[in-house]
């Protein structure tokens, strides 16, 4: 495998230029500080997710060491991409925990000086893949857990504004729901606006995909606020 150390900077020199790489190709094996890539997770316009594990450097006597399991975004290589990751990383770490938002296990920096994120790892799928399993098999979900997600997503968007941030990228690929589909998590906070005071209204352009941002949003005719 190959080792990905925050000092090392000669691992890169054979890398191609910043314009030819859409991404870092890092792969299944890899060691990334103290984990070692397992395989990719997801894929999105500003990253990538991979699952890795650790070792335990002080396990219980007489047993042995535990593997650690996580989730670690690495960004694209362009600005926004990068910007987006360091934000989130800043964000997390200044929130309490929340069981609605997927939990920060740390960062680090690689030789690109680009931010990695350590996130707790869920084992399940993204809300957009639940809801296009279901539409393949001309399924619906039942109101009981639309009622029960919806409540999680809530409380995990009141979580992050009663820390004085705004999610404004809120959309089903940026959640993750258990296998079960028992139990929802925010997993993207890379967009967020910094709250002014309660009841403030935003003139700014906020950061929302295209497809779920507001028509006035697009049109910039009208301010926006928390609500």
Do not use: W
Request: proline share 5%.
């Amino acid at each position: 495998s190959r080792v990905f150390a925050r000092t090392e900077e000669t691992l890169f020199d054979k890398m191609p230029a910043k314009e030819e790489l859409s991404h870092l190709r890092y792969a299944e094996g890899d060691v990334v500080g103290e984990y070692t890539l397992g395989p990719r997770l997801g894929t999105g316009r500003f990253g990538v997710v991979f699952r890795a594990a650790t070792t335990a450097t002080t396990p219980t006597p007489g047993t042995k060491p535990a593997r650690q399991t996580v989730a670690i975004k690495m960004p694209r290589h362009f600005d926004e991409a990068t910007e987006s990751t360091e934000e989130e990383a800043r964000v997390l770490s200044e929130m309490a925990a929340c069981p609605h938002i997927v939990g920060f296990r740390g960062s680090m920096v690689n030789a690109c000086k680009h931010t990695l994120v350590v996130l707790e790892f869920v084992d399940g799928i993204t809300l957009q893949r639940c809801l296009s399993r279901l539409r393949r098999e001309k399924k619906t979900m039942d109101e009981g857990r639309v009622r029960l997600f919806c409540r999680h997503m809530t409380e995990g968007l009141q979580h992050i504004q009663e820390h004085r941030f705004s999610l404004t990228d809120i959309k089903p690929d940026n959640m993750l729901v258990d296998h079960a589909q028992t139990h929802l998590k925010i997993c993207d906070i890379g967009h967020v606006t910094p709250l002014k005071q309660r009841d403030a209204t935003y003139r700014e352009r906020p950061k929302v995909t295209t497809e779920y941002r507001a028509p006035e949003s697009i049109l910039e005719r009208a301010p926006y606020s928390t609500a």
